[in-house]
């Protein structure tokens, strides 16, 4: 059998997850990350190629005969890698540019899902800030979401409980510029309320196969309080996702996206993440992200059974069954460990300290704001280290995952982390 070349795009704990599972794959030879991190140095050899460098990565990627390209983040979808690559004649997984507007563009998302029918928050778009503000102010609604349109870091989302928030983010966003170009347009949105749960979904273009359920946790402090991030940490299955509300879930969603893509004339092949907030009146679609999530991805990863690289070869030569895609019974949950700060400023340079004697298998522990210095790991940004395990049950699998924080297997200065991923489920 042929091994392959694979090239990785991104330097998270998602990258790491997803190297992780594919380094087990018997069809896989040499692995590249680019950029990568200090947990990917040790699967492959990190590559000093920034994501937003797309036509070097192209370069790299001819030029060490890379047989796969695997994108993990957002900008290099929505800048065009995908169809940069197909020019060249190089394989790459991912949804090209037309696409990736589903996330780059939250104005044009907003206006899709409402010419499919897909369930959705009621959603408006302002080009002007004091027609936004009008509109807050003559508004039905108490409280809404404030969204700059293009990419803001996942920063640009803003969720108000008063009117006065809601002007005081429109300032921010369209006056200010707090994110820069990403807030010359944006969308405002009633507040849905109730559980949020992530399901991504594989997709080759025609077929699509859910993966399992995951919850992210976005706010920094126990109980949902403080500011919003990356993502604290995430688990998966979710018990109160029943195979009934996946389906429900497949049928209103899922499908309508992809279909409703098709009529548009684009064709989905990547990885189609829905953000869904779980509402008296059902599921409905709070984002779109084009990409796995992080941390979503770590537990997926720990869970999936199926060797990972045939399951995305099928999405790109568009003969995805879902028989391809098995996952283990029982549970997986992944904690962020956090730098001191984090999302505001925080410090990078800290030493990483592990236990001699633990063996990084259940949990493992996924890099993400890591670099390698001789002999030495480094943190060098705001979500250090995913520590993510595996048991029969969610209860074990939190226990699990503490336990070896507790026991500071793994550790660095003032690190923060949340104490409560995957409780409110049990
Ligand atoms: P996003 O960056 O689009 O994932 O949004 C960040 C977070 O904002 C989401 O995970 C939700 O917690 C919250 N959010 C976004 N849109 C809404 C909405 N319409 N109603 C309530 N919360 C929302
Ligand atoms: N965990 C949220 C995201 O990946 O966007």
Same mark, same amino acid.
């Given at each position: ?81 995908? *169809? ?5 004649? !190089? ?59 293009? !990419? ?51 997709? *080759?273009?025609? %077929? ?67 953000? !869904? ?22 537990? !997926? ?12 070869? @099928? ?28 999302? @505001? ?10 236990? %001699? %004697?633990? @063996? ?67």
């Amino acid at each position: 059998m042929k091994q392959l070349s694979v090239l990785i795009i991104g330097s998270g704990g998602r990258e790491h997850a997803l190297g992780w599972k594919l380094r087990s794959s018997p069809r896989v030879g040499k692995l590249y990350f680019a950029p990568g991190n200090g947990g990917t140095a040790k699967l492959g050899e990190n590559i000093d190629i920034r994501v937003e460098q797309i036509e070097e990565l192209a370069r790299f990627a001819k030029k060490g005969r890379i047989d796969l390209t695997v994108v993990g983040p957002e900008a290099p979808l929505v800048n065009g890698i995908v *169809d940069l690559f197909q020019k060249r004649g !190089l394989t790459i997984f991912g949804p090209n540019r037309r696409a990736s507007q589903l996330e780059g563009s939250k104005a044009w998302a907003a206006n899709f899902i409402k010419k499919w029918n897909i369930p959705h928050p009621e959603s408006f778009i302002f080009n002007n800030a004091d027609k936004a503000k009008k509109f807050v102010k003559e508004s039905k609604w108490s409280g809404m979401v404030v969204k700059a349109d293009a !990419l803001a870091q996942g920063k640009g989302v803003i969720v108000c409980v008063s009117k006065a928030e809601a002007e005081y983010a429109i300032d921010e966003i369209m006056v200010k510029k707090t994110f820069g170009d990403a807030g010359n347009r944006i969308v405002i949105q009633e507040k849905l309320t109730g559980e949020e749960v992530s399901v991504l979904a594989l997709c *080759d273009g025609k %077929n699509i196969v859910p993966l399992l359920p995951s919850q992210d946790h976005k706010r920094i402090y126990d109980d949902d309080k403080g500011a919003n991030t990356g993502g604290m940490g995430a688990y998966a299955p979710v018990p109160f996702v029943s195979p009934k509300l996946q389906r429900e879930i497949t049928k209103t969603i899922l499908k309508p996206t992809i279909a409703g893509l098709k009529k548009e004339g684009i064709e989905y092949k990547g990885v189609l993440y829905a953000g !869904l907030m779980l509402t008296k009146e059902g599921p409905k679609v709070l984002e779109y992200n084009v990409r796995m999530g992080d941390p979503e991805t770590q537990p !997926l990863m720990m869970l999936l059974k199926s060797d990972l690289l045939p399951i995305i070869n @099928s999405c790109i030569t568009g003969t995805l069954k879902k028989s391809q895609v098995r996952f283990k019974q029982g549970y997986s949950v992944c904690v962020v460990l956090a730098a001191d700060g984090y999302p @505001s400023s925080y410090e990078k340079g800290q030493e990483i300290h592990a236990d %001699n %004697n633990y @063996s990084n298998n259940n949990p493992f522990v996924f890099h993400a704001g890591t670099t390698q210095k001789g002999n030495t790991i480094l943190t060098s940004g705001g979500r250090v280290l995913g520590v993510t395990s595996y048991a029969p049950t969610l209860k074990n699998a939190i226990k699990k995952a503490y336990d070896f924080i507790n026991e500071k297997k793994v550790s660095f200065n003032n690190m923060q982390y949340r104490t409560d991923i995957g409780k409110k489920a049990l």
